[in-house]
């Protein structure tokens, strides 16, 4: 049976999966090591083995953290308000994200294009995180169009996709060049001309 954790193991934990977010996105994962993680977070070595098992087990950590803090809520209608408002609302944060972190570009994005090939599980959870942002999107989009605000008709689960897929299009380019236009852009044609 595991000890149970003291309020200090518990901080060491969360200062670890803390840094990891941070440099992830930073530096990709390739680009980080488990050495970089604890110095970062101000930990000796040795314990990051008693929170983690592996690197690879704190990216599993850093992607549904990262996911939960995406806005999804945003799209749902118990938030009130019509489906286009909830879906340009959801596009202007996750826009603003990029605006403030344009140089990092989106986590899913940048693991979906250094995943080890050999890492069948955070491949799946980078996927899983698309997919359940694509899901929620199509709703709303649904919900849209049975309100009359959206017209059109591809299906709603394929112009979510065509729509995740430009933004994280647009903050791979807002990443390369250090400039949030991308994003800009892709906001301003997506809730202006696509999604009409």
């Not at 990092?104 to 899983?128: K, M, Q």
């Amino acid at each position: 049976m595991p000890r149970p954790k003291s309020p200090a193991s518990a901080g060491t934990r969360q200062r670890l999966s803390d840094a990891a977010l941070d440099l992830f996105h930073l530096r990709g994962y390739n680009g980080t090591s488990v050495q970089d993680i604890v110095a970062a977070a101000g930990a000796p070595k040795g314990t990051f083995y008693n929170h983690f098992a592996s690197k690879e087990d704190l990216a599993l950590d850093s992607v549904a953290r990262y996911s939960a803090a995406m806005g999804l809520e945003m799209l749902d209608e118990k938030q009130g308000g019509t489906p286009l408002e909830r879906i340009t609302g959801h596009l202007r944060y996750i826009t603003g994200l990029g605006d403030t972190m344009g140089d990092r570009g989106c986590l899913l994005g940048n693991f979906a294009t250094e995943i080890p090939a050999h890492s069948d599980v955070l491949r799946n959870a980078v996927d899983a995180g698309f997919g359940r942002w694509v899901a929620a999107l199509a709703t709303a989009i649904e919900q849209a169009r049975a309100a009359g605000e959206l017209h059109g008709d591809e299906p709603a689960i394929d112009l979510a996709g065509f729509i995740v897929s430009s933004y994280e299009g647009a903050a791979a380019r807002a990443k390369a060049s250090g400039d949030p236009a991308a994003l800009q852009e892709f906001f301003t044609i997506t809730t202006g001309r696509i999604l009409t």
